[in-house]
């Protein structure tokens, strides 16, 4: 398990999908926002990639988020769009409604650099999040990340066109024991 201060990520565990599909992905607000696709629900069997418990493709990792207090499931984390040639990855979380806003995200990004850069050892890592989205904004910036643009009506999220924001952090920029 890979262990930051609140929490850690630790790998999806067949148990955690029901929770995951309940708390966030059956969620039409949250999946439209989250997600570059559209709300569609999720069967109980389903094959959905987010909700996978394997590391399969080799692109993309995800974990679940625990509370390192207990061990109960906060949330979901995952890199990728692992690129192995150019050394760069996206970062993608959700966090189950009850545990937003006490810095587990902040927490996350945290960790999932940890994970990108010294585990991985890549040499850039990306977000990509709603213009809007002053949380997940702040829990980037907090770790360093720096807003590189404004993609301009790039996500259709429940009948309109909303601009996302695209945050970059190189290896050499990151210091990982500084949060802000
Ligand atoms: C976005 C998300 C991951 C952030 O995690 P979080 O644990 O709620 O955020 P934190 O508690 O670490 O807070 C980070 C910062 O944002 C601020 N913040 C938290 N919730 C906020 C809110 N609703 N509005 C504005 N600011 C907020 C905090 O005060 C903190 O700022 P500070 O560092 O200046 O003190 C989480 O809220 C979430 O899962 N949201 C729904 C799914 C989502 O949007 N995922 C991201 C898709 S790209």
Same mark, same amino acid.
């Given at each position: 398990m890979l262990r930051g201060s609140k929490v850690g990520l630790r790998a999806r565990h067949v148990e955690d999908i029901p929770i995951l599909r309940t708390e966030l992905y059956d969620d039409v607000v949250n999946g439209s926002r989250a997600e570059a696709a559209p709300w569609r629900p999720v069967s109980p069997d389903s094959k959905d990639l987010r909700l996978?418990? *394997? *590391? &399969? =493709? =080799?692109d993309r990792v995800p974990f679940s988020v625990v509370e390192l207090? /207990? /061990? &109960?499931l906060v949330g979901t984390a995952n890199l990728w769009g692992i690129d192995n040639h150019s050394r760069s990855a996206h970062i993608g979380l959700g966090l189950l409604p009850a545990a937003r806003g006490k810095g587990y995200g902040t927490d996350v990004v945290a960790t999932l650099c940890h994970y990108g850069f010294v585990v991985r050892g890549l040499h850039r890592l990306q977000i990509e999040t709603l213009a809007d989205n002053d949380a997940m904004l702040r829990a980037a910036e907090r770790n360093g990340f720096v807003r590189e643009g404004v993609l301009r009506s790039s996500a259709w999220v429940l009948g309109e066109f909303l601009d996302e924001v695209l945050l970059g952090l190189l290896a050499e920029d990151w210091k990982p024991d500084t949060k802000g």
């Open positions: 996978a418990v *394997d *590391d &399969t =493709p =080799p207090e /207990g /061990g &109960t």
